[in-house]
């Protein structure tokens, strides 16, 4: 079965400093990839998603992520984080083909902004 | 665009009511998924449907549980009756079906059950 891993549960940056946060998947082929983001007591916004073609993609709020086929992964990251960056973060994947449209969501990683 | 539109955004009911969670897709997207949000599950999906036809409901907790989609523009959830354990946030969450796989949530509807 499908599954996505965010090993980080919680990451704390100061402000300014860059952020990675990591995302890996297993599933028989590529999937589409996806990150949300999720502030305190909002639904989830969609950041970026990995379709096919180039493998970073920039997304909204100056985030990008990297597509690495070989490690089965999707990292997301921000070259300097912002106070208003502090929310959680989730990976999500759906098959290409088939799966119904349903996505399959990570766990999350909350992230703390310190100023 | 008015996004996906839920309502109540908050509801607090007793024990044993019946709470009915309202959803208005993005017009034009064909899939409807509701989730629930909790400090210890984290995010579930409950149901989605294609199309107005309800396709996995096998993360329905219950049959306390039910969802309907009688058109394109409007689903609900229901809860009879209701209980402590059912405390959580409720999104509902649409999408272009074909092609297209991102979705795009609403705003949620804080559910508390005393």
């Known amino acids: 079965a499908q599954s996505v891993t965010q090993p980080d549960i919680h990451i704390t940056v100061s402000e300014g400093a860059s952020l990675e946060l990591r995302c890996n998947y297993s599933?028989?082929?590529?999937?589409?990839l996806f990150w949300y983001v999720q502030s305190p007591g909002q639904g989830l916004q969609l950041l970026l998603k990995?379709?096919?073609?180039?493998?970073l993609v920039q997304g909204i709020k100056g985030f990008e992520a990297e597509f690495k086929r070989s490690q089965s992964s999707f990292n997301l990251r921000k070259p300097s984080v912002h106070w208003s960056d502090a929310a959680e973060y989730f990976c999500a994947v759906t098959p290409i083909t088939g799966g119904g449209n349903k996505l399959t969501f990570g766990t999350g990683t909350q992230l703390k902004v310190e100023l | 665009d008015a996004g996906v539109i839920q309502s109540p955004r908050h509801e607090v009911t007793e024990m044993g009511q019946e709470v009915t969670l309202r959803c208005k897709p993005i017009?034009?997207?064909?899939?409807l998924f509701w989730y629930r949000q909790t400090m210890m599950r984290g995010l579930e999906l409950l149901i989605y449907f294609n199309n107005n036809v309800p396709i996995d409901d096998s993360g329905m907790p219950e049959d306390r549980f039910s969802a309907k989609m009688p058109n394109a523009s409007f689903s609900t959830l229901k809860i009879q009756p209701s209980e402590p354990r059912d405390s959580a946030v409720y999104f509902c969450a649409s999408s272009l079906g074909q092609g297209e796989r991102e979705q795009y949530f609403g705003p949620g509807t804080r559910l508390t059950v005393t």
């Open positions: 599933y028989g082929a590529t999937p589409y």
């Open positions: 990995y379709f096919s073609g180039d493998t």
């Open positions: 017009s034009g997207h064909n899939s």
